[in-house]
């Protein structure tokens, strides 16, 4: 016979080796035969007494019952006293399914044999046999049935509740999932994301507000128009049967499904975008009330916190605060109603009748009479409470006055609050409330306006009914509804307790708009030359009679290209592209259309590299020209021109915003851009110009156009090279300066023997040669040189890779011999205009600039005589696998060292001496790397698409005159994606329209408000300035102005500071002063306000805010002072440059106080940094952030990443964690493993977090 689950078998009886009395034979009736034969020895129910007594155990109960198929069947009872607790213990023994005999007698017998089926060799037949069946069981008894063959059943029994017990606790939270699910791997050192209660209830009501906005119009609707998708028969019985195993309810899984098999907006959102299973629980989350949700899915403190969860000093306080818990977490009520209720001190003191007023209140009738003196209606059924009733319902009395009543079906406990004297309020229906470990509340509040209702309409109690047995039989009857439909709508519950909003009377009257007409920006294209050709013709003879303009003309016919005019207008009058190596020409252009009577439609853009350039190139030709008006220049945010203006210098970002923005240059008759403009623009000529330019390219790209070569005017340069200068001066690096000499030196060393150099001379040229940086003793000495040798005063301009390498050499030349006869100037692209200018001033000592390669080209220092060339140059290469710019230092190419040395001989004849050997220039490149293979592409790419919307971007760029990589133009189009400017289809969104509009770096084309301020501060030159000499003091003044950690914010304090000087009434010369204490650039202080306006005209041309604003329009500025929201749209618009906060374990110490231990405060290098991308940063020095010790939140953003000695962050900001899960990227939630992720595949960040607040997040998004 199998064994049966539930049985234990024991035995071991009957092993004493003492002779024991035979029992006396059971009496046998005359006639019948003897149960056991003679001699059989001792019966199984005298061995089994003996073994109880020798274990102490209490004799045992051998019950017998009648079978109902005849015949009579058992059950053992073991009992003893548990000697180490004094506990009475019982196991129960019986067979499954029950042994039966035919008499009562056998039923005993064969009962003991089966609690002592071991001791075969004493028992009598019959009982033996069945003993083998057992021994047979038990062989055959799998691993886990063991136990019912136990020596002790007591501790068998024992053991197998314990499992049993375990079990029983595993298979609820299988079902039900536990209340705090234990985090997967992935997210278990996720940094965690909360969302308070009122928070979550306010952003549950204005998603369902959508939701149903969304239902009855199409928020969702398919952008391309199609069939809304549904959810598939196929797919329904496993997902109810998955939504079963998470714990859903069979009525809610059912729900979910018919809403997403039927079409909807909602339904298509849902379920383009995840799983069936994912859409199921998002709609349920979304739908069902917190408190019905599976525990799975509800946070981890949800209401079982304790009533009193924090002491207050005062009674009455305390009295209110307990009979408020009691009310909300106990009988289920919600709190704003309780609270409501309780702002009457007549309900605090008395539970009854606040228990009355909540339920007058559920069932929208008035609470005003309770405190009237009105008494019920004559008609009001009387209540009355029979005992016999209540102990036949198995209700029970906690007390004298409260009435506690469980339900036989439902889950759920009535509780009436009765009154013996009648001094509860005459309503006509006691106070009740119900309680349920299992049931939500808005469940328990819906029974309980069955129950009022029915009570107060008079139809509850029927006849020959009481008030309990009526309650129930209603209550039984819905519940049974509740659990065959599904609870319902909480919003209908609660319809008497949820305050009605009032009407909308329509759309707000105040406020900015974000449509409407879009107006003219303010100082919008210039306006033409009103003047005919003619006058203008006759305006320019006048101006050449002049003796100043013959002098000046007699000046330029000296030139080289005044020779080449006649050969260069007729290659422009016969082709519509001429490029140009040499001289620029573009004097040449105006001067001919003028006196071919074709001056008023001559509007001629010429490209410069730099702002400098096209300032002072337009500078020497406006002179040249007598300052008639007609040259100008146009640089970001500064412009020098008229109505007169016929020849534009300026930077070549000037021209591409123009373009970009829809202009095709329709009045310029000339200029520098790409080749597709002219099949747009039949009359355009293009004419390239430049020293520098690999010709034979362009001529190629431009299809066979015409060359022309003009040399530069330039009196003698001699070069002097590394070997050449460092016999001729007194210089010797120290030995460590020299290092030691490699093998790569030794073929030129014969060369340099050949020139009569001596062996101490060749090891410094090589150990130069071989030094990875500049040598700016050596530098000092050459200037030191050149002022010893020199017949007169003059200039010496100095070549310099970057800023700071300009910064070292100044230090080493003011500390050299000599000095004080020099006037010392930097020159290089962070200066303000101003500054810039300095260089040009005459003055009667050594003029010495040290510049980087703004000085290469275009523009002309007159006194400059002597040129030092380092060889050096900065250059950026962009990495796009990661991201990452990194500013380089390079030897400069051999065109620009032509450029660097032609700056020598401008003026007269000069002296260029390079600091590297004639093999070394050997070595270098011809041309310099074009820019759109050293820079990232996303905003030409985004350009492109809104020039050539259906056109493919990589292979427009692929067309360029220097292709980038593919790997570049993926990057780029990646970062689009990112930035929402371009769908996942590639399609231009409006979004990226508007991006495109502003003239900002992408990543900035997000922000408004404030961040007009940051967003021109991102675009502009440092605000603060650090000299060498006063870094220290620099540091401590940007200190001053730190805010909320953030740089960004830091910067905007300090600018909002000078415009409120400015706005007080503070002079020029105030905000100057104010600038110069708290190394504040004046220059970039208006860079930044011009920009500002720049900006904000943008965004009123695209109708974004109401014509005519300012940047301080309070309409516009609502939440200006709420830095988490201004934090949280910078990091929309930076998105995803973003880096983690990490604390290692290791770096975590805590210190011994008298009360226990407190956490150590970590030092700011404790803490590391890590991108998205490529892993460990490091903040840059100059951040407020870099000596930070106490982290607010684990992530911060940044605008920029270079590497020099290691990978820096630039610009920071700590970022909240809802602002990256509001603005940054997609959010994706895991339901199962209970966390959220942000971002894409390359770019992620995991938040512990539970789900609910990611549903909510995605819908608010």
Known sequence: MPPRKGIIKSGNAGNSSKASKPPDQPAVPAGEKPLFPPGSGKFPLSLLNERCQKNGWDKANIDTYKHKDGGWYFRVTLNRVNPKTSERESVRLEPHPPYVKPTALEAKHWGATYALYRLNRVLPPGPREYWGELAAEQTAAPEHMKWMYSDDPFAARKEVDDRQAKAEKKREDVSKGARNPPTSGEYAQAPEVKMATGLRDMVEDAVKKVLLFSNAGSLYADADGGVSSVLSEDDAPKTIQQLGQLGFKPAQARNALKFLSQPSPLTSNLLGSLSPLEASIEYLILHVPECDLPERFLPSNNSSNPFITSAHSGSEDLKKRWIEDKAIKEAGWPAHVVRQCTSDSRLVENWELLVTSLGKKLIGENTDVLFSEAQPPVNQPSITFGMDEIEALGAEYLDSSHLVMPLFSAPITLHILVSADGSYPLTGYPPMYITSTSVPAYVRLHLLSELLLALASGDLIEPEEGFCMAAMRLLEEKWAIVEDSGPPDMSTVLRHLIPQPLAANGPAASGPTSGGVKGKRRGGTMRGDERSNEQIKKDFEA???????????????????????????????????????????????????????????????????????????????????????????????????????????????????????????????????????????????????????????????????????????????????????????????????????????????????????????????????????????????????????????????????????????????????????????????????????????????????????????????????????????????????????????????????????????????????????????????????????????????????????????????????????????????????????????????????????????????????????????????????????????????????????????????????????????????????????????????????????????????????????????????????????????????????????????????????????????????????????????????????????????????????????????????????????????????????????????????????????????????
């Not at 390239?688 to 330039?714: D, K």
């Open 543 to 1261: 101006l050449r009679v002049g003796n100043a303009y013959a002098e000046m003309f007699t000046a330029r016919k000296r030139l080289p290209a005044f020779g080449a005019q006649e050969e260069f207008l007729h290659k422009l009058s016969t082709s519509r592209v001429v490029v140009v190596v040499g001289e620029t020409v573009p004097q040449f252009i105006l001067d001919a259309l003028i006196l071919s009577n074709q001056g008023a439609k001559a509007s001629i853009l010429v490209t410069q590299p730099r702002r400098l350039s096209a300032i002072s190139v337009a500078a020497r030709v406006s002179a040249e020209r007598l300052e008639d008006g007609s040259v100008g220049y146009a640089i970001r945010g500064e412009s020098k021109q008229n109505k007169h203006t016929k020849l534009l210098f300026c930077t070549t970002g000037v021209v591409l915003r123009r373009l970009a923005s829809g202009d095709s240059l329709g009045g310029v008759t000339h200029v520098v851009v790409d080749e597709d403009l002219l099949a747009r623009h039949s009359t355009l000529k293009v004419v390239l110009m430049s020293a520098t330019i690999n010709e034979e390219t362009f001529v190629q790209y431009f299809n066979g156009a015409p060359l022309l070569r003009i040399p530069g005017f330039t009196h003698p340069v001699e070069d002097k090279y590394l070997e050449d200068v460092i016999p001729l001066i007194k210089y010797r690096p120290s030995a460590a300066r020299r290092g030691k000499t490699t093998g790569d030196s030794q073929p030129n060393q014969e060369e340099y023997i050949a020139q009569g150099l001596d062996n101490q001379t060749i090891q410094i040229i090589q150990a130069l040669s071989k030094a990875d940086r500049i040598d700016y003793q050596l530098v000092a000495a050459v200037v030191c040189h050149i002022i010893d040798i020199a017949e007169k005063k003059g200039g010496i301009l100095i070549f310099l890779p970057g800023v700071q390498e300009i910064r070292q050499c100044i230090e080493a030349l003011r500390g050299s011999p000599g000095s004080a006869g020099q006037d010392i100037f930097p020159l290089h692209a962070n200066l303000s205009n101003e500054e810039q200018r300095v260089v040009f001033k005459k003055t009667s000592k050594w003029k010495i600039i040290a510049a980087t390669n703004v000085a290469e080209t275009s523009i002309t220092i007159d006194d400059i005589i002597y040129v030092i060339d380092c060889g050096k140059v900065k250059e950026t290469q962009y990495d796009p696998e990661n991201g990452l710019s990194k500013l380089v230092e390079v030897w400069v190419t051999r065109a620009a060292g032509r450029q660097r040395r032609g700056r020598a001989g401008r003026t007269q004849p000069g002296v260029c001496y390079k600091l590297y050997t004639r093999k070394q220039e050997e070595r270098m490149a011809r041309f310099p790397i074009p820019e759109i293979l050293r820079v990232p592409l996303e905003s030409i790419s985004l350009t492109v698409k809104v020039m050539r919307e259906h056109e493919d971007v990589k292979l427009f760029l692929s067309r360029a005159i220097s292709p980038p990589k593919v790997a570049a133009m993926e990057s780029a189009w990646s970062i689009l994606e990112e930035l929402g400017a371009v769908d996942l289809d590639g399609r231009l969104t409006a979004l990226g329209k508007h991006m495109s509009t502003l003239p900002v770096d992408l990543r900035l084309a997000k922000c408004l408000g404030p961040i007009l301020t940051i967003a021109a501060g991102l675009s502009s030159k440092p605000l603060f300035v650090s000299p060498l000499d006063k870094r220290e003091e620099a540091s401590s003044a940007r200190a001053k102005f730190s805010t909320d950690n953030s740089d960004l914010l830091t910067d905007l304090k300090a600018y909002d500071e000078c415009a409120r000087i400015r706005s007080e009434g503070g002079s020029h010369g105030a905000v100057r002063t104010f600038c110069e204490e708290n190394f504040i650039s004046p220059t970039t202080l208006r860079d930044i306000t011009s920009l500002r306006l720049d900006f904000l005209h943008s965004l009123s041309d695209l109708g974004f805010i109401p014509l005519a604003s300012a940047p301080s329009s309070p309409g516009l500025n609502t939440n200006s002072k709420n830095s988490n929201l201004v934090k949280a749209v910078i990091l929309g618009g930076l998105w995803s440059r973003v880096a983690r906060v990490h604390l290692p374990k290791s770096a975590i110490k805590f210190d011994r106080v008298q009360g226990g231990t407190v956490q150590r405060e970590n030092t700011a290098k404790e803490y590391k940094l890590y991108d998205l991308k490529e892993g460990r940063v490091f903040l840059h020095p100059s951040s407020v952030l870099f000596g930070e010790t106490m982290w607010k939140s684990p992530f911060l953003t940044y605008f920029s990443k270079h590497m020099t000695s290691k990978v820096f962050l630039r610009d920071a900001t700590e970022v909240p964690l809802y602002a990256m899960l509001l603005f940054g990227g997609p959010v994706t939630v895991n339901h199962i493993a209970g966390g959220l992720t942000i971002g894409s595949s390359d770019c992620l960040i995991k938040l512990k977090a539970w789900p609910r607040i990611g549903i909510l997040v995605n819908q608010l998004r």
